[in-house]
C-alpha cells in the first residue's frame, strides 16, 4: 500500500522568493516519485522524477526536489517564485516493482499563488 | 510529435445516462489509464490497460468499464451516471520498456474530459 501526503493545501509566496512544497509519502516497496504541475482547465505536467541514483532532481522550469529516504520526503523547491509558477502541484508515487506499478498514486495537491 | 488527445472536452449527462470518453495515446507508447480527479482533489486511479486488456484496477465500482484497441486507443464508458461523477477525467498514456522496472517509465497525461452530471 502507499499514500502520498502533501502539506499545506494553498501555499502563497512573493515574486523573487523561495517556493518550497512539501510532499511525504509511505510505500511498501522502495518507490518512484514525481512532481507534476497543472495550470487552470489544462492536464497534469511532468515537472520531475525520482527513479534512483542522484539523490537531488533538476527539473523543468528551475523546479528541483531531494528524495530523503530517512525522511520519507521528496520536497520541490525552486529558488526564485516567478508569476508564471502559480499552479497547482501535485506529489505522486508508484513502486517500484510488482502490481501497484500500474498505477501513480497522488497527493491532494498544493495549490501555489505568487503575489507581485 | 501529437501529445495524448482526448475527446470530448466537456461533456453534461443527467443520472442515470451513460457515457464514453476517449483517448488517443502519445506517438509510440502502448499503455493506457484513466484517472478521475474530483474538485479540490488529486487524480484517483481508475484502471490501466495494456495489449488490449485490464491490468490492474483501482477502487472503482463495475459501472466504469474500459477497452483499448489493436491502435492503442482507449475508451472510459460509466454507466448509471451519478451526482458524484461529476469530474475531470484524465487519460494517460507511456510505454513499458522491455528490462525496465515496471513503474519506470513516467506517464503522459492529457488534457482532459470534463464530465457534469446533472
Known amino acids: 500500500a502507499q499514500s502520498v501526503t502533501q502539506l499545506g493545501s494553498h501555499v502563497s509566496v512573493s515574486e523573487g522568493a523561495l517556493v518550497l512544497l512539501r510532499c511525504n509519502y509511505s510505500s511498501s516497496v522502495p518507490p518512484y516519485l514525481f512532481w507534476y504541475v497543472q495550470y487552470p482547465n489544462q492536464g497534469l505536467q511532468l515537472l520531475l522524477k525520482y527513479t534512483t541514483g542522484a539523490t537531488l532532481v533538476k527539473g523543468i522550469n528551475g523546479f528541483e526536489a531531494e528524495f530523503k529516504k530517512s525522511e520519507t520526503s521528496f520536497h520541490l523547491t525552486k529558488p526564485s517564485a516567478h508569476m508564471s509558477d502559480a499552479a497547482e502541484y501535485f506529489c505522486a508515487v508508484t513502486p517500484y516493482s510488482g502490481a501497484g506499478s500500474y498505477q501513480l498514486t497522488f497527493g491532494k495537491g498544493t495549490k501555489l499563488s505568487v503575489i507581485p | 510529435d501529437a501529445g495524448v488527445t482526448q475527446s470530448p472536452t466537456h461533456l453534461i449527462k443527467t443520472r442515470g445516462q451513460q457515457v464514453t470518453l476517449r483517448c488517443s495515446p502519445k506517438s509510440g507508447h502502448d499503455t493506457v489509464s484513466w484517472y478521475q480527479q474530483a474538485l479540490g482533489q488529486g487524480p484517483q486511479f481508475i484502471f490501466q490497460?495494456?495489449?488490449?486488456?485490464?491490468?490492474q484496477r483501482g477502487n472503482f465500482p463495475d459501472r466504469f468499464s474500459g477497452h483499448q484497441f489493436p491502435n492503442y486507443s482507449s475508451e472510459l464508458n460509466v454507466n448509471a451516471l451519478l451526482l458524484g461523477d461529476s469530474a475531470l477525467y484524465l487519460c494517460?498514456?507511456?510505454?513499458?520498456?522491455?528490462?525496465?522496472?515496471?513503474?519506470?517509465?513516467?506517464?503522459?497525461f492529457g488534457p482532459g474530459t470534463r464530465l457534469t452530471v446533472l
Open positions: 494517460a498514456s507511456r510505454i513499458l520498456s522491455p528490462g525496465r522496472p515496471l513503474g519506470y517509465n513516467e506517464q503522459f
Open positions: 490497460y495494456y495489449e488490449e486488456e485490464e491490468r
